[in-house]
């Protein structure tokens, strides 16, 4: 059995988790992380591993502690739709909810929390702010949504991937600086996920990218490593 060890009252397990000060945890008490604790795992998935599936039973929820997952839609006939993305530390699951109805797929290596549905839902019932906190996410993610049904109706390639570069560069990494001005990062999907998400061919992903590096608004290296140096360069280029 493990041990419940404690750091100033809260557990070992979520003294430097990112998800406790800028996710959902942090609006639990110390005695409730404890709690939560007890019944909680880190683990990693490798790129490529399905964390949940369509029309899946939900029996545990996840906080995202590192890396980025895909969430796609199937159609009836096998088709899929790459519909979002999470970063950490974002709440992977929806509250209440008995059955999936995306795929999460680990589109890097991930890192992940993972406590059961039933002590959340129980905590979300003692914790209004808990219960905040998830209500507020998912209106910002209604917000995300509507924002990239803008990129995806209005924008040009050239702004689309630009705006696709930008939102990785501002979330990939939970804990650099919000005023920063520069960035890089890996790209956490490849082109033909790119192409797919954008709604672009594979060809116009790929041209766009070299023409931002060509007027050295971004720095390609080993074809997947992304530098920004400028981001409010990026962000102009994003059409924003």
Same mark, same amino acid.
């Given at each position: 059995m493990?041990?419940?060890? #404690?750091? +100033?009252?809260?557990?070992? /397990?979520?003294?430097?988790?990112?998800?406790?000060?800028?996710?959902?945890?942090?609006? @639990? =008490?110390?005695?409730?992380?404890?709690a @939560?604790? %007890?019944?909680s795992?880190?683990? #990693?998935?490798?790129?490529? &591993?399905e964390? /949940?599936?369509?029309?899946?039973?939900?029996?545990?929820?996840? $906080?995202? /502690?590192?890396?980025?997952?895909?969430?796609?839609?199937? @159609?009836?006939?096998?088709?899929?739709q790459?519909v979002?993305?999470?970063?950490a530390? +974002?709440f !992977?699951?929806?509250?209440?909810?008995?059955?999936s109805?995306? $795929?999460?797929?680990?589109?890097? =290596?991930v890192?992940?929390?993972?406590?059961?549905?039933?002590?959340?839902e129980?905590?979300?019932?003692? &914790?209004? *702010? /808990?219960?905040?906190? !998830?209500?507020?996410?998912?209106? %910002?993610?209604?917000?995300?949504?509507?924002?990239?049904?803008?990129? !995806?109706?209005?924008?040009?390639a050239? *702004?689309?991937?630009?705006?696709?570069l930008?939102?990785?560069?501002?979330?990939?990494?939970?804990?650099?600086?919000?005023d920063r001005?520069?960035?890089?990062? +890996?790209?956490?999907?490849?082109?033909?996920?790119?192409?797919?998400?954008?709604?672009?061919?594979?060809?116009?992903? &790929?041209?766009?990218?070299?023409? @931002?590096?060509?007027?050295?608004?971004?720095?390609i290296? $080993?074809?997947?490593?992304?530098?920004?140096?400028?981001?409010?360069? !990026?962000e102009?280029?994003?059409? $924003?």
């Amino acid at each position: 059995m493990r041990k419940d060890v #404690h750091t +100033d009252g809260i557990p070992v /397990l979520c003294v430097s988790c990112e998800a406790r000060h800028k996710g959902v945890c942090g609006a @639990l =008490e110390p005695e409730q992380l404890v709690a @939560l604790a %007890k019944t909680s795992h880190k683990h #990693h998935a490798e790129s490529g &591993s399905e964390l /949940l599936g369509d029309a899946e039973k939900i029996d545990t929820y996840a $906080n995202v /502690l590192s890396g980025v997952v895909k969430l796609t839609k199937t @159609l009836s006939d096998g088709r899929q739709q790459i519909v979002g993305l999470q970063f950490a530390p +974002d709440f !992977l699951g929806r509250p209440f909810k008995t059955e999936s109805e995306l $795929n999460a797929e680990a589109a890097t =290596e991930v890192s992940l929390c993972s406590f059961p549905k039933a002590s959340i839902e129980r905590m979300m019932q003692a &914790s209004p *702010e /808990l219960e905040r906190r !998830l209500y507020k996410q998912a209106l %910002k993610e209604l917000d995300d949504a509507r924002e990239w049904m803008v990129t !995806l109706g209005r924008k040009t390639a050239a *702004e689309k991937i630009a705006s696709f570069l930008l939102m990785i560069a501002r979330h990939i990494d939970p804990s650099a600086a919000p005023d920063r001005n520069s960035a890089s990062f +890996d790209l956490p999907l490849t082109r033909a996920d790119i192409a797919d998400f954008l709604g672009l061919t594979i060809e116009t992903v &790929s041209r766009q990218l070299t023409r @931002l590096r060509a007027d050295k608004v971004i720095t390609i290296e $080993n074809n997947r490593h992304i530098l920004v140096p400028d981001l409010a360069r !990026l962000e102009a280029r994003a059409g $924003n």
